[in-house]
Nanobody, 124 residues
Framework: QVQLVESGGGLVQAGGSLRLSCAAS????????MGWFRQAPGKERAFVAA????????DYADSGKGRFTISRDNAKNTVYLQMSSLKPEDTAVYYC?????????????????WGQGTQVTVVS
């Protein structure tokens, strides 16, 4: 397993942008498929985006498609979520997750490692 630490969350006005980062420990970061999830108060954890080991293949939930971009820098052991055109409904705690065995799953129960999350709040 790998330790994950998210950062970059904060308060932003609707229509603005944020870039979240997820720093991973270990030399084998490139081995992991990575995903981003979010959880709003009173709701279950929801899939946001996923990226393959080499960063070539990506997948997005409909909620963020066209607005969010997932990327990774394996040399820095970091995965990113660039969010633009933010909406109040994007308000949630955002988590990064790692999975050594599969790619593109929208089911949070299939991921092995999780960060503690970073809060994103979007206001009008």
């Amino acid at each position: 397993q790998v330790q994950l630490v998210e950062s970059g969350g904060g308060l932003v006005q609707a229509g603005g942008s944020l870039r979240l980062s997820c720093a991973a420990s270990g030399r084998t970061f490139s081995y992991y498929y990575m995903g981003w999830f979010r959880q709003a108060p009173g709701k279950e954890r929801a899939f946001v985006a996923a990226i393959s080991r080499g960063g070539v293949n990506t997948d997005y939930a409909d909620s963020g498609k066209g607005r969010f971009t997932i990327s990774r820098d394996n040399a820095k052991n970091t995965v990113y979520l660039q969010m633009s055109s933010l909406k109040p409904e994007d308000t949630a705690v955002y988590y990064c997750a790692a999975d050594s065995k599969r790619y593109g799953s929208s089911d949070h129960t299939e991921y092995e490692s999780w960060g503690q999350g970073t809060q994103v709040t979007v206001v009008s």
